[in-house]
């Protein structure tokens, strides 16, 4: 074998062991569950200065969720192009509502959308279409979703950021709200929210 | 082995992972019901028209029990038709969903868009009640089998039909054409701009 067809071939081996090790990476994430931590994954901060100052990540290019200034942030996963998602948009509406307008949840609970397979084109067009008053990102890549074990959506995951920075997963589920009061009432006794210590 | 297999063996690798890796959101709205066919040949198909020729004229039937004829929209309406491959599959499931919150984004652009996809009828009308109520046609290209596809040149060798999207004009114009790899959905940004430039 000729040292230049050697290299050649050790490179094709080395891409292809790469690319496998990386792919059974993501392919190997599932959704997280109650008690988990999040995946790693950096979101790019806002370009809108409400969301910005809604999440409180005003510094640097990227943010995690856990850097999020609240003591729970409840991300939806969704996709523009889910039927069941547009449904279920104005319930998730009501329950920012429920939230921003109860003094003693107000700004300690946060909702994040994640637009699976969504452009910021696309992401755009379901904030106006359902005026989603909570920040939004696009996933266009699918990086985010592959990171979350590839569930189906709409699919909600409640976040506890405890005061000393660490947090916890304490809710994961597909599927609607099944009633924003009745969610918001789970989520704040299930989080423990009203044990203390949160930030 | 011999070096030429190695190298075989090792993209074949590749493709294998590369292929694997294409993602696709999948709604709940449609339960367990998606079948997954795996990654597919990006296209399949040779084009049968160009941008810049005469659409061909068709009539297929509507899940609605109408029939709908290209020609009904010629003088009135830019056409966008939107042929995708199969029902019950992934990408297919939730690529109309998406056009279907956009109403307002083809009629500024004063276009309709016309769904097509070679499967009957029935199956359209289960497939499509899951998406909500959609407000533009379905049109069922099933018999005599994706004739219409064909008449474009976008019937697949499996008998489904491309991911495809024409753009035609009020003049009966093809304007736009893109043929995407079947496994993606297409951007929506895309498809805007394109009927954009039917302004210009």
Not at chain 1, 26 to 42: C, N, R, Y
Not at chain 2, 70 to 96: E, H, I, M, Y
């Amino acid at each position: 074998m000729s040292r230049r067809k050697a290299v050649t071939l050790l490179s094709v081996v080395a891409i292809a062991v790469s690319l496998a090790v990386v792919n059974a990476h993501s392919f190997g994430a599932t959704a997280p569950q109650k008690g988990d931590v999040l995946p790693d994954i950096k979101i790019p901060v806002p370009l809108n200065n409400d969301d910005k100052a809604y999440l409180g990540v005003e510094q640097g290019a990227f943010f995690t969720i856990p850097q999020i200034k609240a003591a729970v942030v409840i991300i939806e996963i969704f996709s523009m192009y889910c039927p069941y998602c547009q449904r279920e948009a104005p319930e998730v509406n009501r329950l920012y509502s429920l939230i921003e307008n109860d003094p003693r949840l107000r700004g300690k609970i946060k909702l994040i959308g994640l637009g699976t397979g969504n452009s910021k084109f696309e992401v755009e067009v379901f904030k106006k279409k359902y005026n989603v008053p909570f920040p939004l990102f696009p996933d266009e890549d699918f990086m985010f979703h592959k990171s979350f074990g590839e569930v189906r959506t709409p699919y909600f995951i409640g976040v506890r950021i405890n005061t000393d920075g660490t947090h916890q997963v304490f809710y994961s589920k597909l599927g609607g709200l099944e009633g924003a009061e009745q969610f918001l009432r789970l989520i704040i006794r299930w989080s423990g929210l009203n044990e203390g210590g949160a930030q | 082995m011999r070096t030429h297999g190695v190298v075989k063996v090792a993209l074949l690798v590749i493709s294998i992972v590369l292929a694997s890796s294409s993602a696709f959101g999948r709604s709940e709205a449609f339960k367990g019901n998606i079948y997954n066919p795996g990654h597919l040949k990006p296209v399949d198909s040779t084009l049968k028209v160009k941008v810049g020729e005469p659409a061909p004229g068709f009539e297929l039937p509507a899940i609605t029990g109408e029939r709908i004829a290209l020609s009904q929209f010629r003088g009135k309406k830019n056409v966008v038709l939107s042929f995708v491959p199969a029902a019950w599959t992934p990408v297919c499931s939730d690529q109309w969903p998406g056009y279907n919150i956009v109403k307002d984004l083809f009629d500024a652009y004063d276009a309709v868009l016309l769904g097509i996809s070679v499967d009957n009828i029935p199956t359209l009308f289960a497939w499509t009640n899951q998406m909500g109520k959609l407000w533009f046609p379905v049109l069922s290209d099933f018999w005599p089998h994706g004739a219409v596809a064909d008449t474009y040149g976008v019937l697949r060798s499996d008998g489904t039909a491309e991911r495809a999207i024409f753009i035609i004009d009020k003049g009966g114009i093809i304007r736009y054409i893109n043929v995407g790899d079947i496994n993606k959905r297409p951007p929506l940004e895309d498809l805007v701009e394109e009927l954009g430039k039917l302004q210009e």
